[in-house]
């Protein structure tokens, strides 16, 4: 049995600072996994989506190793707070505002992120 992706025109957009930019159908997201994009600039963001729906996008880039794989960490919560860890050193990123849970002197970027 093959099951097919539930399809939508629901397009996920993220705030930059040109405007809404648009990085891929909302039915490529499925919750609990990330999926990374390429911005105009060459950045690319991780985009995850959780059970209720809710969107967030921080940069893919691990501030610690360089590597761009937050898109590929485990998402979790902590203290109420959604949170996905690198799967290299396994820091805990906050998805809202970017903030490392692991060490208050890092950050990634947080990007305001909808469906339309």
Known sequence: MTLALETTDLKVQLRLDEGWFTVC?????????GVAAL????????VFTDRAGRLYAIDNRDPFTGAA?????LTGTH??????ASPLLKQRFDLESGQC???EEVRVTAYEVKAV
Not at 39 to 46: C, E, I, N, T, Y
């Open 25 to 33: 159908d909302l039915s490529t997201l499925i919750p609990g996994r």
């Open 39 to 46: 911005l105009p600039d060459g950045r690319q963001v991780a």
């Open 69 to 73: 794989v937050l898109s590929r960490g």
């Open 79 to 84: 203290q109420g707070r959604p949170f996905v």
């Open 101 to 103: 849970l692991d060490d």
